[in-house]
């Protein structure tokens, strides 16, 4: 190996490496596995389901008008409307992503911006920001969100959006907190006395340092935005029926759950499902980028 | 002499602790790893042993396996005895040590601050112990926390009582600790590194103390240190580790006038001795590359409500100084001196005022972008290599980063300026592509080096670069800037409170003490004849690593004025007088 590739950073080829080094790990590489099937579930929904996810029909419905439990026709058995719920979870995989997905990545790339810039530059700056997120703090979250959905038009991109408006506050806080610490740090004063700009000194020196919290908050966001996005459902200012998001098939259901147990147990193993593979990943990822941990498997 | 062999020793042959083949593991990926290993001593009454070695050498194990404090469940004892009295106690139960703990073994650690409780009172935390151990009735409790302080020999013991940690100065905060060890009246405390993070003048004062204490109480001592001279002064025997080997176990006057291994010999050879140096080179007068007139560096306090100035802390006042091409200039002092800030603001980092120029330019009043072509005349070593390392990235590219941020090369010029750099500070180029905790601490000082390097500065400010380095790594760093000084001319401007590192690089040095020069002059006039008297106990506190020659116990140092002052009140200036030549004396 000469010494340019020994040193020149493998920029071109990580991801490719960090991606080869998570798959080698038992646990992170059944993560992307599960997050891999839900995209492919999610992508290919129309031509994945078994029954139209939307049609009411009496076949679905027990003599008594109940609905079916799981077996013969309706894999996962049917909904309170006759729905087969194998069909309405494969397209509500849409939703819950779309909305894990671009609500926590919102949420995550706001809140970590305004933590670091508040903790970096301090002063005005600082004060400004933080009375701001403490000003969101004081909201009501779920209030906030209603109040937000309810002006805008509910759609999927306006759900992601309100939730990650709420969501965002918790991750500025302590990326906030972090960033001044690491700011005291001696080398980030080694970086000002060789005449870094601010932005090479956040974006090569403190961010690097962050990921591992902003991972590990970034992944934990991803069930607690989809349960968010039930809530919202629930209460009509979130996904609209008949579009069915895993949030909202439990909701939907969640009075029927002593008759009908599957209707609630399947969804609620989905969103199990999804944060657990977003957590291993995450939890992998944070040990593969940190070099001072390398070779140690965790 | 303040060692006594006879006080208490003759009448009790038998040892207080006897330690035999202790050998410890710690649990790594690899499997057991030994830390200690065979590790076989007495430590008698009244007597003082010590454990000296670098660091890694597994004297803090020592520490830690017979206070029963070993980090569980990754360290182990595998082997070996401890016998306090009759008792092997090598693997006792945390509720068996609880009874052992202060009562018959205390520890002190090197960092008073953190081991003191922040939010207890210091009667409180004294009374704690007292009464955890039942050595005396709640109500009695104060009274002999009292009588504690006063065997400390604290000023102002009752007002010392109500303060918390924060309140106290270092020095006091560590006498703290030691009535604290001491409360139960142990037959053993064993000494954690407990001057290092003290300030000489203190370190001495804290010395003398122990010492007293033990001569009182016939305490056996078993002192930790990496510091030779604190093993000359306090030691009866001791035993030099390696590795977590014995290396070389006699008395102290066997140890310095004829150490029989060759690590020893060499460990000794490293440290650096006040007044051994050889006088420096003469240097024909350079132009001056960095002038300093009249500098004050004033940080304001805000408090209240409205979050307004309070008071003003004044770190710097009224310094004025230049260094010449090829120089060294060296800052000593004593923490709070501002040696510190004085080289922050030479590179812009702290708000200054008065005039400075380097290499004929003013910076007064440049903004952080142009005073980046000042920067590359300019640079800066840390004290910690480790911490002004970004973790993240490899040592190549953090090398290189210099050069990048001032647009100075880019592509394989860059590989060929590491390679260069790497080579030029005794690294090799194949380490290049390593992140920082891959290497020790010498070598990770050596890429600070290299990146201070990389933009060609013409000045160097060395802010206590080697004062966390092992002695023998220190040694190799100091050669390595001299080289560098010899082959380039840089100039150099050497903060440190190590006097003896002083004697070996220092051409010329100025003795601070809260934020003004005390004296300053060429180097032989400061050390060889000091005249302030801050400097005379300055020196007269560094220990010496000769056993035959005792320090002689100093009178406590008056206690130094406050660098705080309300808003708008003026600071009093002492002013130079000339001495000869360039020695000049500060006088109030």
Not at chain 1, 65 to 92: C, E, Q, V
Not at chain 2, 132 to 140: K, Y
Not at chain 2, 252 to 264: G, I, K, Q
Not at chain 2, 447 to 464: G, M, N, Q
């Amino acid at each position: 190996m000469s010494v340019a590739e020994a040193f020149r950073p493998r920029q071109r080829g990580r991801v490719r490496a960090v991606l080869l080094e998570l798959l080698r790990r038992p646990r992170a590489a059944f993560g992307l596995a599960v997050i891999a099937l839900m995209v492919v579930c999610a992508v290919f929904a129309p031509w994945i389901m078994p029954h139209d996810p939307f049609a009411q029909s009496f076949d679905g419905l027990d003599l008594m008008g109940g609905p079916l439990p799981p077996g013969g026709a309706y894999p996962l058995g049917t909904d309170l409307l006759g729905r087969d719920l194998a069909s309405r979870l494969i397209l509500g995989t849409r939703t819950s992503l779309i909305i894990g997905v671009v609500a926590n990545g919102t949420a995550v790339i706001l809140g970590a911006g305004v933590g670091i810039a508040a903790g970096y530059f301090g002063g005005w700056t600082a004060a400004i920001l933080m009375r701001f997120t403490d000003l969101m703090m004081a909201f009501p979250a779920l209030l906030l969100a209603i109040v937000l959905a309810a002006i805008f038009q509910p759609s999927l991109m306006i759900v992601a959006l309100v939730i990650a408006m709420v969501n965002w506050v918790q991750m500025s806080r302590v990326i906030y907190t972090e960033t001044r610490s690491l700011a005291e740090r001696e080398f980030i004063q080694v970086q000002r006395a060789i005449g870094s700009s601010p932005l090479r000194i956040l974006g090569k020196h403190i961010l690097p340092h962050l990921l591992s919290s902003i991972i590990v908050f970034g992944t934990l966001g991803i069930s607690t935005t989809v349960l968010l996005e039930a809530t919202l459902s629930f209460l009509g200012v979130g996904v609209q029926p008949p579009m069915p998001s895993w949030g909202n098939i439990i909701f939907e259901n969640q009075t029927y759950f002593s008759t009908a147990p599957w209707l609630v147990f399947f969804p609620g193993l989905l969103i199990v499902l999804l944060a657990l593979a977003f957590n291993l990943v995450g939890d992998a990822l944070r040990d593969v980028l940190d070099p001072t941990l390398k070779g140690r498997h965790g | 002499m303040t060692r006594d062999n006879d006080s208490g020793r003759g009448d009790d042959a038998r040892p207080v602790l006897s330690v035999r083949d202790l050998t410890v593991q710690v649990a790594t990926g690899a499997g057991g790893k030994t830390v200690l290993d065979h590790l076989s001593f007495d430590l008698h009454r009244g007597e003082t042993v010590a454990l000296a070695g670098e660091s890694g050498s597994g004297k803090s194990m020592t520490a830690l396996a017979i206070m029963g404090l070993l980090p569980r469940p990754m360290a182990r004892i595998t082997e070996g005895t401890i016998r306090l009295g009759d008792r092997n106690i090598a693997g006792l139960s945390d509720r068996a040590y609880r009874a052992i703990r202060a009562r018959r073994i205390s520890m002190i650690f090197q960092e008073p601050m953190t081991s003191l409780n922040p939010l207890m009172t210091v009667e409180r935390q004294l009374c704690e112990v007292l009464l955890e151990h039942d050595m005396c009735t709640r109500d009695a409790a104060p009274a002999r926390a009292l009588k504690l302080l006063r065997d400390l020999r604290l000023t102002d013991p009752e007002r010392r009582l109500k303060q918390y940690p924060h309140e106290l100065s270092g020095g006091m905060r560590q006498r703290v600790m030691i009535a604290i060890a001491l409360a139960c009246e142990p037959e053993i405390l064993i000494a954690d590194e407990p001057t290092t993070a003290l300030d000489v003048t203190v370190q001495a004062e804290i010395l003398d103390l122990i010492r007293l204490l033990q001569k009182e109480r016939g305490t056996a001592v078993l002192m930790i240190t990496h510091d030779m001279g604190v093993v000359a002064e306090m030691a009866d025997r001791a035993i030099v580790m390696r590795a977590g080997q014995p290396v070389e176990a006699s008395s102290v006057e066997r140890l310095f006038s004829a150490p029989s291994s060759e690590y020893a010999k060499g460990l000794l050879a490293a440290v650096p001795r006040l007044g051994a140096a050889p006088p420096r080179p003469p240097r024909s007068p350079g132009q001056k590359v960095v002038e300093v007139s009249d500098l004050s560096v004033r940080f304001d306090v805000k408090g209240g409500i409205l979050n307004r100035p309070v008071a003003r802390l004044h770190a710097v006042e009224g310094v004025s100084f230049d260094i010449r091409v090829g120089e060294t200039l060296a800052l000593v002092g004593e923490s709070g001196s501002g040696k510190s800030t004085i080289g922050k603001a030479l590179l812009g980092l702290v708000p200054w005022e008065g005039a400075v120029r380097i290499d004929g330019r003013h910076t007064k009043g440049l903004s952080r972008r142009s005073m980046r072509p000042v920067l590359r005349d300019i640079q800066m070593v840390f004290q910690d290599p480790g911490a002004s390392l970004d973790s993240r990235m490899t040592v190549g590219e953090q090398v290189v980063e210099p050069l990048r941020v001032h647009g100075l090369a880019s592509g394989s010029e860059l590989t060929d300026r590491a390679e260069f750099l790497f080579r030029r500070v005794g690294l090799s180029a194949d380490m290049l592509g390593r992140f920082p905790h891959e290497f020790s601490g010498g070598q990770r000082q050596r890429v600070c080096i290299a990146r201070a390097l990389s933009l060609s500065p013409k000045v160097i400010v060395a802010d206590e670069s080697v004062s966390a380095l092992d002695v023998s790594v220190q040694a190799q760093v100091l050669d390595l800037l001299q080289e560098l000084q010899d082959e380039d001319g840089l100039s150099y401007l050497f903060i440190t409170h190590d006097m003896a590192v002083v004697d070996q690089v220092a051409d010329r040095i100025m003795v601070m003490r809260l934020g003004q020069v005390m004296e300053e002059g060429p180097r032989d006039a400061v050390l060889r004849d000091p005249r302030h008297p801050y400097t005379r106990r300055l020196l007269a506190a560094v220990p010496v690593p000769d056993p035959t020659r005792l320090r002689q116990p100093q009178p406590p140092a008056p206690e130094s004025q406050s660098p705080m002052l309300p808003l708008g009140a003026v600071f009093p200036r002492v002013r130079l007088e000339q001495v000869s030549g360039e020695h000049r004396v500060a006088v109030a």
